[in-house]
Structures are given as C-alpha cells and as structure tokens.
C-alpha cells in the first residue's frame, strides 16, 4: 500500500487579491517522482515555498513527512532537499570543498563530510571534477553538485524548481536519468517541476497540471489519456504528397472518404501531413484510401496521445472558461 508522504488540504495562498494557490488538494506516495506542470505564473513555485515553511498559506494545510512546514519549518528542512532553478556555489572552492562545508553545516565532522562528499561526487558522475574549482563548471556540472549537495543529508524528500533549465538536450536527459536511479535506489519522493513535456513524461510515475492557481487533473499518462481521448485514443499521422494542380476539391474529397472509415472521428489537414483521431486502429484503412486515390503516400504512423496532447486539451478547456 502507497505511503503518502506529501499531503495539502484545501491549501491556499493569496496575495492582495492575487489568489496564487487556490484550494488545493494533492497526496504524493512514498518513492514516487511526481511533475508539476503549468505556464508562468500558474502557482508551482508559491507551492514548493509553502512546502519548504519560506511561505506562509493564508488558509489549508500542508504535512511533509508529517511535519507542518508552518509551525515546524527546521524540522521540515532536515527531511527535505532544495535544488532550485539556479543553484550557486561558493566559486572560488571545489566541488568536493562546496560539499565538504554542507556537510559540516549539518553537523558532520570533516572526515565524515570528505568520505560523503567523495561518494556522492561519484554517484553523480563528478569524481573527475571534484577537485577543480566550482567557477569552471558547466550549468550540467552545477546542476549535478546541486544533487550531490541535496543528498549530503540523506535527504527524504527532493523537491527541484526546474532542474534542467539551460542544459542541452543530452545533458538534460543524464540528469533526469541520474534523478530517476537515485529516486530507485534509494527510495526518495522526489517532486519536479518543469516546462519541459517531454522530460516530465519519461520521468515522472504522475503528474500535475497548473492553471491559475488551481490543480486542474492530477494523474499517470495512460489514465489522463484515457480520461480525455475516451472517443479518440487512437491518433494516425500520414505523409503525403499532392500534385501541384491539386484542387481543393481534391483534398475536401479525401478528408471526406477519410471521416467514412469505420472509427474515425476527426481528420486535420495540413499542408501535405493529415492528423487523424479515431477510436480504433484504422491504419490500414486509411493507407488504402490515401493510395487508391492515387496520392502518393510517403509514410504513416499510429501513436497514443502524450502528454502535450494532454496538455493542450485541458489548457483548451480551460481558456474557454
């Protein structure tokens, strides 16, 4: 049975007549690396400072590992690491140095702190790099000491405030890989929240989704997908290519013999790509309408809707409010 370790009732923060968190209600399990999600302004960031006690709810309440963060907030931070957007370190010390000194912070002795840091540089893959100045480091580089220094305290919980922001493509995916081992191994919730769809959906077990102060669907992938696209789960995508003197005759045909097959809810039309939403698998159907009316199909392809489907579908049901 799932463990909850984070749990918000009806937690509310306002500023003037700002509302910037609106009565929420949200459980993260023990273990589990749960993603916020939303635009700027949405209320992530006025959640993780309620979350860590750097904020005061003005109604609702907040337990993290049992603790309330508004009466308790030390006890709060002993169980609960930080890695904002922008960590800093002191530059003109070394990795190991930097981690040395959290260590010691948290009432390690020297030596203690030393055989720690030398550990978690090699989990985060920085041995190589512990003895160069922080100064020189790359925002990947920094962003893994951020971790390393997060776990010096053992920590239970790990919040992150977009972990890979400024990070290439591949670097950004090392860490998320790296945030996702350590979760595993050594069974830390870890709650991000992040702009980036796609990273969010190969990393996290659930997500949360933000819109003006409000928690909007709270879920995996796969039960979000099949709350919104019941009638459509189905999505085809198909490449094709028309002749110059195609009229728009032509193509209104198409897409009408294409909403005949058996299945089919909805076709879009886009310059010479067709995005196809139906209940069903009807791939081969819709290759052999292309083909028999002898437009030349370049390729096809069936997916299940992701999460910027997800996205997008909420956020258009939202702003029609």
């Not at 980036?196 to 039960?223: H, N």
Request: net charge negative; charged share 25%; glycine share 8%.
């Amino acid at each position: 049975m799932s463990e909850p370790i984070i749990i918000l009732r009806e937690l509310t923060k306002q500023y003037d007549q700002a509302i910037a968190v609106d009565h929420l209600n949200l459980t993260i399990n023990k273990g589990e690396i749960f993603g916020l999600l939303g635009p700027n302004g949405a209320g992530k960031s006025t959640t993780i400072l309620m979350l860590l006690g750097l904020t005061e709810p003005t109604s609702g309440e907040v337990q993290v590992c049992g603790i309330d963060p508004v009466s308790h907030p030390v006890e709060v931070k002993r169980k609960v690491g930080y890695l904002p957007d922008n960590v800093r370190f002191y530059e003109d010390l070394t990795g190991i140095e930097n981690l040395i000194y959290t260590g010691q912070l948290n009432r390690m002795t020297k030596k203690q702190a030393r055989e720690k840091a030398l550990q978690l540089l090699t989990r985060v893959g920085l041995a190589d790099a512990a003895h160069q100045k922080t100064g020189t480091y790359s925002r990947g580089m920094i962003q893994r000491l951020g971790l390393a220094d997060v776990l010096m305290k053992d920590p239970e919980v790990i919040i992150m405030d977009e972990p890979t922001l400024g990070i290439d493509p591949t670097g950004a995916k090392d860490f998320l890989n790296l945030i996702v081992r350590l979760s595993r191994e050594d069974a830390i919730t870890v709650l991000l929240s992040s702009h980036y769809l796609l990273q969010v959906q190969e990393v996290c077990d659930r997500i949360g989704l933000f819109v003006k102060g409000k928690l909007i669907a709270v879920g995996d992938i796969a039960s979000l997908s099949q709350e919104l696209f019941a009638n459509e789960p189905f999505r085809i995508e198909a490449i094709i290519h028309w002749e110059r003197n195609s009229s728009w005759d032509t193509i209104s045909a198409l897409k009408q013999l294409l909403l005949q097959i058996n299945g089919v809810a909805k076709v879009d039309i886009e310059d010479e790509r067709l995005h196809i939403s139906a209940t069903q698998d009807v791939t081969a159907q819709v290759a052999r309408t292309i083909v028999m009316q002898g437009i030349d199909l370049l390729a096809l392809s069936k997916r299940e809707h992701g999460l910027e489907d997800i996205y997008h579908r909420y956020f258009e049901s939202e702003s029609i409010q």
